[in-house]
């Protein structure tokens, strides 16, 4: 197993370019998350989706779409990146039971 | 929305110092979680406490969940340089519903 994957582990962008940070996870899990984690204020949620074709927004969402066509994979995609959306984004799946998130390794953004 | 505070937020001992990080909240939560993030990588669940007044032990760390589900404390004793690294407190409603998360403590435990 795997486990959680994302990709690219770093990049970065210019102001206004566009980007997919992709996510997969092999564990068969309903429920995914994105997450962004900055100096000072913790992991925020962005987006999650509680099964295939269903996603809904978290408490940062502006900037960002999610979609969620199959079980395994959750992309998170910039619009139009910002500086202010240079961070680290992890994207997490769910146990069954609702209580554990197994992480993936991040991805690091920086946008000029 | 539901918020967990976290204290310390910053921390740097002694190896073979004992520490304390709390987590503390105004609200229940039926779950609450301990993770452990690494420089460079995603948190990593080191447990989960579930009933009022539990405490959970994990070799040198001792997790206790408060009697009313609103608070809960990581005690490390003994600390190593190991132990070094952010370690996050993560609360659940119930269920699939969104989890809060602590901003963290960071731990740096010298040698």
């Known amino acids: 197993n795997a486990g959680v994957t994302q990709t690219p582990k770093f990049q970065v962008l210019k102001t206004g370019q566009s980007m997919t940070l992709q996510c997969a996870q092999d564990m068969n899990h309903e429920y995914m998350s994105w997450y962004r984690q900055d100096p000072g204020m913790g992991l925020r949620l962005i987006h999650y989706s509680v099964g295939a074709g269903i996603t809904d927004q978290g408490e940062v969402p502006n900037g960002y779409n999610v979609s969620r066509s199959t079980t395994e994979d959750f992309p998170l995609r910039l619009l139009s990146a910002a500086p202010s959306q240079t961070s680290v984004y992890f994207c997490?799946?769910?146990?069954?039971?609702?209580?554990?998130?197994?992480f993936g390794p991040g991805t690091r953004l920086l946008v000029l | 929305t539901q918020l967990l505070e976290q204290s310390p937020q910053f921390l740097s001992i002694q190896e073979g110092e004992n520490l304390t990080v709390y987590c503390n909240s105004s609200?229940?939560?039926?779950?609450l979680q301990w993770y452990r993030q690494e420089p460079g990588e995603g948190p990593v669940l080191l447990v989960t406490v579930v009933t009022g007044g539990e405490v959970k032990k994990l070799k040198r760390l001792t997790f206790q969940f408060g009697d009313a589900r609103k608070d809960s404390s990581l005690h490390i004793t003994a600390a190593q340089p190991g132990d070094t690294g952010l370690y996050l407190c993560a609360g659940t409603p119930g269920g699939y519903q969104k989890v809060t998360f602590g901003i963290g403590t960071k731990l740096q435990v010298i040698p």
């Open positions: 609200s229940v939560f039926s779950s």
């Open positions: 997490a799946s769910t146990g069954p039971w609702g209580e554990t998130q197994y």
